[in-house]
């Protein structure tokens, strides 16, 4: 007996519409007009002969059916999207990662060896998104994401802790005036990572005013004040994550001072349904490797400084 199930499409568009709580930002992420996102909405309700959408003046919200139908479908989509990549990825193992790109830039790249990647005995696809948590991919097996962030049908864990402070050339403290205090960064160019926040931080929490900065420059992109600050143009707020390769390599310093205040970490994100295929399980403990050997050089570091 055939099962008796709702028009697919139909449930595309309703599961992209619910979760964006807008029509337009929907058609665009499944490419087709507001209209026909409007038109498969209608289509659901009148097959379940139920209103999902309260519909307003340029705006739409979910009714109470329609916000417990949207749990049900989204699960049910996300089981679907795991279980064929499960399914794709049974004769030849692949790990589809989704990756902060700062992070995979930064920190991931460099940390990565031929050899060990030969252990692995698994196909990386690393996909890199500003934000993660955001943009998640539908078949991926595992994310690294900045911050606390909640996606259905995975568990959340602690992946790496990192502390912040000020970093810059060896080569600006060398042909200028020294840095021997957070204040003193205000005589050089301060680098803003999307915003004046870790500065602002940094300087209040030592007594110091960003108003007292003479000059500055912004980039959207963590990655991009790391090499801002290699490069001499001024003193970035970096971490032992996003520095630790350029510092490693001589091409960062820590000038002065203590850490900036604030807790930070990336998280791990890990499917729930059990059991994993033995590639996702392998590529979680050399993720954790990795973690490890990252905090043992920043302790030695750390004490040596």
């Not at 295929?277 to 392998?282: I, L, Q």
């Given at each position: ?5 709702p028009?697919l499409?139909a ?7 619910a979760?964006?709580?807008?029509f337009?930002e929907a058609?665009?992420?499944l490419?087709?007009?507001q ?14 002969n ?5 519909r ?9 059916a329609g916000?417990?139908?949207a749990k ?16 794709q990825r049974?004769?030849?193992?692949q790990?589809?990662?989704?990756v902060d790109s700062?992070l995979a830039?930064l920190?991931l790249?460099p940390l990565?060896q031929s050899s060990?990647?030969d252990?692995l005995g698994?196909s990386?696809?690393i996909r890199v998104h500003p934000?993660?948590q955001?943009?998640?991919?539908s ?5 690294i994401t ?8 995975f568990?959340t864990e602690?992946f790496l ?7 810059c050339?060896?080569s ?8 021997k205090?957070?204040?003193?960064c205000?005589d050089?160019?301060l680098?803003?990572d999307?915003?004046?926040?870790w500065w602002?931080n940094a300087l209040?929490?030592h007594?110091?005013s ?6 500055s420059?912004t980039y ?7 090499y801002?600050?290699a ?5 970035a707020?970096?971490?032992d994550?996003s520095?630790?390769h350029?510092?490693?390599e001589g091409?960062l310093?820590r000038?002065c001072g203590p850490?900036?205040?604030g807790?930070m970490?990336?998280?791990l994100?890990?499917p729930?349904?059990r059991?994993l ?6 590529t ?5 490797k ?6 043992d050089?920043?302790?030695s570091w750390?004490?040596?400084r």
């Open positions: 007996m055939p099962r008796k199930l028009n499409n449930v595309k568009a309703f599961d992209a519409a979760r964006h709580q807008s337009t058609a665009a992420e490419c087709v007009t209209a026909a996102i409007s038109r498969q909405i209608r289509l659901l309700e009148e097959q379940l139920t209103r999902l959408f309260s307003g003046h340029r705006k739409v919200e979910l009714t109470i916000r417990r139908y049900m479908v989204e699960q049910a989509l996300l089981s679907i999207a795991l279980d064929t990549g499960t399914v049974s004769a030849s193992p790990v589809v990662i989704d700062d830039e920190w790249r990565m060990d990647l252990d698994v990386l696809d934000e993660p955001k943009m998640f991919a078949d991926a097996d595992l994310a900045w911050g606390q962030v909640y996606v259905p049908g568990q602690t802790q990192y502390t912040a402070f000020p970093v050339s060896p600006l403290i060398e042909s200028a005036e020294s840095i205090d957070i204040g003193d205000l050089h160019r680098i803003h999307r915003g004046i926040h602002d209040v929490s007594g110091y960003l108003a007292q900065c003479k000059k420059i959207h992109r963590t990655y991009l004040c790391m801002a600050a490069d001499g143009l001024g003193v707020i970096g971490d994550v520095s630790a350029l510092i490693k091409k310093i000038p850490d900036i205040p807790r970490r990336y998280n994100l890990v729930e349904v059991p295929p033995d590639g996702v399980y392998a979680i403990d050399w993720l954790k990795l973690a490890k050997s990252h905090q050089w920043f302790a750390h004490r040596e």
